[in-house]
């Protein structure tokens, strides 16, 4: 089964500036998720979505990252001011299935670096 | 997010078996043991689930201990492809944490 496809696979912002990240699942799934990892650390849980709206969100998003999926289908992550320290890969994942507990899919990646 | 502890580092030769262990004292009853890897530049990959009985797929074996506080996943035959970090996850409904995870060096 196909995982999910992101853009851009990578993307240099000055600070400040607005980032928005794509991830393009498959469209009947509900639960998705995005994830971070600074260069060198762990993969970091950002948030969760679940049909349509924040399901969890870690201590990381904060006001400046919001979630939407405004079309049905793509689901796009937003960093409205970037910092420095938002440098970092962000995956984007989805359920495997149409429940909660079962594997995730992810993406590539998209690789963002801020200057 | 329930903790699980993974060895730092691990070395295995290629075409040898590697059993990683995982200590998850904490699990609750309805946690499923998850396994992911990392390979090189590239996002998690999914390895294998379990709850309570031991699994098997064409990637590895996940062998649960009976009182479900440790588990232990198996290659069966390293090759260099399998060198990646290895995450050991509890997951109950919608919290997936990563942890350190393993990172395993397989020498030719």
């Known amino acids: 089964e196909p995982e999910v496809t992101q853009t851009p696979s990578h993307q240099v912002t000055q600070m400040g500036q607005e980032v928005i990240l794509r991830c393009v699942p498959i469209?009947?799934?509900?639960?998705f998720y995005w994830y971070r990892q600074i260069l060198g650390q762990k993969v970091e849980f950002l948030v969760s979505?679940?049909?349509?709206?924040?399901?969890?969100k870690s201590e990381i998003f904060d006001d400046q990252f919001s979630v939407e999926r405004p079309d049905g289908s793509n689901f796009t992550l937003k960093i409205r001011s970037t910092k420095l320290e938002d440098s970092a890969m962000y995956f984007c994942?989805?359920?495997?299935?149409?429940?909660?507990?079962?594997?995730?899919?992810f993406g590539e990646g998209s690789r963002l670096t801020v200057l | 997010d329930a903790k699980t502890t993974q060895p730092n580092s691990m070395e295995s030769n290629e075409e040898e078996p590697v059993h990683l262990p995982c200590n998850h004292s904490?699990?609750?009853?309805?946690?499923?043991i998850h396994w992911y890897r990392q390979l090189p530049s590239q996002g998690p990959e999914y390895v294998i689930h379990g709850l309570t009985s031991n699994v098997n797929n064409r990637m590895a074996s996940l062998a649960i201990a009976e009182d479900r506080k440790s588990s232990t996943l198996i290659l069966h035959r390293a090759t260099l492809r399998d060198a990646a970090v290895y995450y050991c996850?509890?997951?109950?409904?919608?919290?997936?944490?990563f942890g350190t995870g393993t990172s395993l060096t397989v020498i030719p």
């Open positions: 996850i509890l997951r109950g409904s919608n919290q997936f944490y």
């Open positions: 469209s009947n799934h509900l639960y």
């Open positions: 979505f679940y049909n349509n709206e924040i399901s969890e």
């Open positions: 994942a989805r359920e495997a299935g149409q429940g909660n507990t079962g594997e995730l899919f």
């Open positions: 904490t699990i609750s009853g309805t946690d499923y």
